[in-house]
């Protein structure tokens, strides 16, 4: 990895993690429950567009330095598995169980689908 690939990949990380912070931000304004709705939606939405990022790049329509910018740096920076892992844990300790494997399980496979389908539309596209 040259050095302007790697300043640019972690640009793109900064700049994924600040979007993350506003797009959370926005959901719990608007949303009013206690599960965590704002990081299902960026994981979800951060699996479906590292899905296309890979296919246009498997599908030599996107540079492998682009793959690496947009996928490891912004989508990296904007999804989080360790914030989903301790909000799940969170309900599961204040006793709502059931809301823990909900959010758990149901992150999970819709995360897992966007990737499918992400990585099916990237693919389409070449």
């Known amino acids: 990895m040259t050095p302007l690939l790697f300043v640019a990949v972690s640009l793109a990380g900064g700049l994924g993690a600040a979007l993350r912070l506003f797009l959370d931000g926005v959901v719990r ?4 429950t206690t599960l965590p709705l704002g990081t299902l939606l960026i994981n979800v939405l951060g699996s479906l567009l590292l899905g296309v990022i890979t ?24 999804t989080t598995f360790s914030t989903a892992s301790v909000e799940t844990v969170r309900l599961a300790q204040a006793r709502r169980s059931y809301a823990a494997l909900i959010n758990g399980l149901g992150m999970l496979v819709l995360s897992v689908a966007c ?3 992400g990585l099916w539309l990237g693919l389409s596209a070449g």
């Open 55 to 78: 296919g246009l790049t498997l599908a030599l329509w996107l540079p492998e330095a682009w793959h690496l910018v947009l996928g490891g740096g912004l989508m990296g920076g904007f």
């Open 29 to 32: 304004a608007r949303v009013k």
């Open 115 to 117: 990737a499918f389908l």
